[in-house]
């Protein structure tokens, strides 16, 4: 294992799942969250993700001193545990007025509440002492192309956006791009377009972005380079990393698990680029394969960070001045062949 690495790591209530898909029901019994907390202590990660409702339960149902006093308990559990919270999500997926989207929803109530559920989020967030809001926007597209008009949607979003950044000062928005799924296509696809569309908003500086591993598989795009791409704005605030076979559903595998080769390339740019030195987390969005009996349910998340700091390792030895006489000499065949031997061992 690497020692003195710089990394924090992170997961979410979420990443504890319990099996459930289109096809089947679940096939472990659920955990509370206090038991999931404890379990990311024990496993020694350093902070926890949330979305709004896994901070606040049922948040709809409650008034805004309901949810300040329930996000106040939470932060002295936290402060308790000697953790932190890494970012809070508005879950804009789950209720009745978010089915046709949220922000680009057709019908003005439903994207009013979608506003409003941010700008409750962001007030946990505070209470939580993140300064990042992620938005996963999942229902930002269309599952026909007639249903909605691109232009006025990147409109609208601008417009939520801008109302988000003007309620908190401080609140700094983290755009998580994904092509598909649950849409056909999604207005916010990849990191180009995540960081396009921060320049529209009033305050550019406070909109940026959080890569996940699978989404840019997903997109057909090099997660190594759109990682390289964000950081070169500036604009990689957090991170998600796990793996993905392919142009399938979302399947959020353990971080290595499909490609190898990826993922040491993820985490090469990670170090040549220094992430995490201005205090962003490595999270990983996995969760338990379907089969994954009870006792073995955080075996991917220990797994994930396993197969991350073996990889720093493998990283930080990478012979890179054999590398650039190789480059030099355009002999690739040769460099190909280097990266494969030095991830093999001896
Ligand atoms: C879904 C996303 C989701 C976000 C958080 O595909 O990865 O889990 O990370 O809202
Ligand atoms: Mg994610």
Redesign the pocket.
Same mark, same amino acid.
């Given at each position: 294992m690497a020692t003195n690495h710089p990394y924090k790591f992170c997961f979410g209530p979420w990443n504890i799942s319990e099996g459930a898909d289109p096809y089947g029901p679940t096939t472990r019994p659920p955990q509370t969250f206090d038991w999931k907390l404890e379990q990311l202590k024990k496993l020694g990660f350093d902070a926890m993700m949330f979305h709004d409702d896994d901070a606040v339960p049922d948040i709809d149902t409650k008034s805004a001193v309901q949810i300040r006093k329930e996000a106040k308990e939470l932060k002295k559990k936290l402060d308790d545990a000697g953790l932190v919270a890494e970012m809070v999500a508005p879950r804009l997926w789950f209720s009745p007025m978010t089915i046709d989207g949220a922000y680009t929803s057709n019908d003005p109530k439903c994207r009013r509440y979608a506003i409003d559920r941010s700008r409750r989020s962001i007030d946990i967030a505070k209470i939580l002492g993140t300064d990042i809001l992620v938005l996963?926007l999942a229902r930002e597209g269309t599952y026909l192309r007639e249903a909605k008009k691109g232009r006025r949607s990147i409109v609208l979003m601008v417009e939520a956006f801008d109302q988000m950044l003007a309620h908190d000062k401080k609140i700094r928005l983290a755009i %998580?791009p994904k092509p598909n799924e649950p849409m056909d296509h999604a207005y916010l696809p990849t990191i180009g377009h995540a960081l396009a569309v921060a320049q529209l908003t009033r305050d550019p500086k406070r909109v940026g972005a959080?890569i %996940?591993t699978a989404?840019c598989i997903l997109a057909g795009l090099d997660p190594a380079d759109e990682i390289a791409f964000a950081m070169s704005f500036g604009k990689l605030w957090s991170l998600?990393l796990n793996d993905q076979n392919g142009l399938k559903y979302d399947q959020d595998k353990p971080f290595g698990s499909t490609n190898l080769r990826g993922a040491f390339d993820q985490v090469r740019v990670l170090e040549q680029n220094k992430y995490g030195s201005r205090g962003e987390y490595v999270c990983f969005?996995v969760h338990p394969f379907r089969t994954t009996k009870p006792e073995h349910t955080l075996a991917h998340l220990d797994n994930s960070r396993r197969t991350f700091l073996r990889l720093v390792e493998k990283a930080r030895s990478f012979d890179e001045t054999a590398a650039k006489k190789l480059i030099a000499a355009r002999d690739y065949q040769a460099l190909d062949q280097m990266v494969i031997e030095h991830l093999l061992g001896k």
């Open positions: 996963w %998580e959080l %996940e989404h998600h969005d």
